[in-house]
């Protein structure tokens, strides 16, 4: 069975300060790595999508990179307006496109 | 475009009754699909669907049904009500089966008393 197991749950950081959020999975044929951003109230919002081990890309303070078994969020001297819940999903080989979500990191950054 | 909509926004059922939640999209995106969210247990897909007239099941189904009579709309309904499905749910789509990323609506959040 497919899983996606995120951490940590939950992480604070202050202004300025980097970090990495980390997506570990499970899948048979990985078709695509998904990270999501969501906002309290709102529906996810995609930032990334990844498809092969070594790949990366990039958005604001914001790089995904892929391993084989796993992806990080990193977050590059984060700002207050980063501070939201950061999903991770996979797409696994075949069929229609059903993504398996983890659970989510709910990021904070303080002023 | 006004993206994917979703209708209403909150909602109150009593155990036993029924109701359909709304979603329409404006992107002419073939896939289709609706999410419930619970605290803890990230998105499950409830069903899905790769274009009018065609469903399938997704990994919670049960006590859902769903049909798609047109490429905009995607209802979901509750046949009859459970506290087990509370939650909040989002319906998104995509631009077809393939690796493309899934636009969500704001979601619908359902309490069952």
């Known amino acids: 069975e497919d899983q996606v197991t995120q951490s940590p749950e939950a992480l604070r950081l202050q202004e300025g300060e980097s970090s990495s959020l980390n997506c570990s999975y499970t899948?048979?044929?990985?078709?695509?790595l998904f990270w999501y951003r969501q906002d309290p109230g709102k529906g996810p919002e995609f930032l990334f999508t990844l498809y092969s081990a070594g790949e990366e890309k990039e958005k604001e303070r914001l790089k995904a990179t892929l391993t084989k078994k796993e992806s990080f969020l990193h977050i590059t001297a984060p700002k207050p307006e980063d501070s939201a819940t950061y999903l991770c999903a996979v797409q696994e080989g075949q069929g229609a496109q059903k993504l398996v979500f983890g659970q989510g990191t709910r990021l904070t950054i303080n002023p | 475009n006004a993206g994917v909509t979703q209708t209403p926004k909150f909602q109150v059922l009593k155990t036993g009754q029924s109701m359909t939640l709304q979603c329409a999209q404006d992107?002419?995106?073939?896939?289709m699909s609706w999410y419930r969210q619970d605290p803890g247990m990230g998105l499950r897909l409830i069903h899905y669907s790769v274009g009018a007239g065609i469903t399938d099941q997704g990994e919670v189904p049960n006590g859902y049904n769903v049909s798609r009579s047109t490429t905009e709309d995607f209802p979901l309904r509750l046949l009859s009500a459970a506290p087990s499905q509370t939650s909040v749910y989002f319906c998104?789509?995509?631009?077809?089966?393939?690796?493309?990323?899934?636009?969500f609506g704001p979601g619908t959040r359902l309490t069952v008393t």
């Open positions: 998104a789509s995509s631009y077809d089966r393939g690796s493309y990323e899934q636009y």
């Open positions: 992107m002419n995106h073939e896939y």
């Open positions: 899948v048979s044929g990985l078709r695509g």
